[in-house]
């Protein structure tokens, strides 16, 4: 398995990451570790996480999980810092006292000296200066606490304003970008993927799985027990077409003998200027699903069977329904 550069950390990692969002809830601590111990060995050496996932549990299973089997050294560990949390102004997470403190509880339930990726899980506009943000990443940088920094959902403009303002400042600048991306939602392939593209900043989508809607999940309606009867901005992706695209690409599927999320997963992981969509594996079945598209590519016939589902730089559905900054409306 060839790995890719990290944006320009210097590191490299396997082409796709393991997200530990479900690590907690739902997924229980022991399968979770069992799940963590198989990616390693399955090939996949970095580690995705956020100090809000399980109301913190999430970075404690992985930190244990990674105590257990003592390869914290063979992975590269990201987490983020920055969504709300709690009453407040949703600003102050974004500021200096709480990226530092937010720090310090990471590296504590991380089990850890120091985190190879420090992200910032979105973006804040108006309240705070990306002056003081960056000035407070960079000094875990420099205090060793942080290896190196990264951004996540946040649009082109901004992402380039934070890059020239680390280059001015001579500030630790975002190595990599973490956006929403999958076959149903293409919109950052007309800005944002060509300035990572330019500057070397690596990419890690969220959601390559269309949130489950490229699964399968809602070809036949919302069941009872999915995330979107609980939470209204999942639900609202489910669109007909999206639908639609979702069972076309499981026959497109079934004639390559892959399942149909495999297709999407390797749809996502080979596009120009992606380095490692990440996986969010409930089961550890769906882990050894995605575990199958490592070593595979994505040939030219069926990228282009793919593109006349939803053409380049379009949507389908809106996964940046989330990001008040994204407005554009998505064939629905």
């Not at 996540?152 to 020239?164: D, I, K, R």
């Not at 993927?193 to 330019?198: A, G, I, N, S, T």
């Not at 069941?223 to 069972?247: F, G, H, L």
């Not at 969509?277 to 069926?302: C, F, H, K, M, Y």
Request: one cysteine or more.
């Amino acid at each position: 398995m060839q790995q890719r550069p990290l944006g320009r950390t210097g590191l490299s990692v396997a082409p796709l990451c393991l997200g530990a969002m479900n690590f907690g809830d739902p997924t229980t601590p022991d399968e979770s570790a069992r799940m963590i111990d198989r990616a390693i060995d399955g090939g996949i050496n970095m580690i995705d996480v956020a100090d809000v996932y399980a109301g913190g549990e999430s970075e404690k299973i992985v930190g244990a999980a990674l105590a257990a089997n003592g390869k914290r050294d063979d992975i590269v560990l990201a987490t983020k810092v920055g969504m709300a949390r709690g009453a407040g102004d949703a600003a102050q997470w974004h500021r200096r006292q709480h990226i530092v403190a937010s720090c310090e509880q990471s590296l504590t339930s991380l089990q850890t000296d120091h985190i190879d990726l420090y992200q910032l899980h979105r973006p804040t506009f108006a309240s705070v200066p990306q002056e003081e943000t960056l000035a407070a990443f960079d000094e875990l940088v420099q205090a060793g606490k942080v290896r190196h920094i990264g951004a996540s959902t946040h649009p082109a403009w901004f992402l380039m304003e934070a890059l020239s303002i680390s280059e001015r400042d001579g500030l630790a600048r975002y190595e990599t970008e973490q956006p929403p991306y999958n076959l149903l939602d293409r919109r950052i392939e007309n800005e944002l993927l060509p300035l990572c593209r330019k500057y070397g900043v690596g990419v890690l989508p969220w959601s390559p799985l269309g949130g489950g809607i490229l699964a399968g999940r809602y070809n036949d309606g919302i069941p009872e027990d999915a995330r979107a009867t609980r939470r209204p901005q999942v639900k609202d992706r489910i669109t007909t077409r999206a639908v639609e695209v979702a069972r076309e690409l499981a026959k497109l599927a079934a004639d390559r003998d892959m399942t149909v999320t495999q297709l999407a997963l390797l749809w996502c992981k080979d596009q120009s200027g992606i380095t490692a969509p990440i996986i969010g594996p409930r089961t550890s079945e769906q882990l050894d699903d995605a575990i199958g598209v490592l070593d595979a590519t994505l040939d030219d016939e069926t990228r282009a069977a793919c593109d006349a589902l939803v053409h380049p730089g379009n949507a389908v559905a809106d996964f940046h329904n989330t990001s008040f900054w994204m407005t554009a409306t998505v064939e629905t």
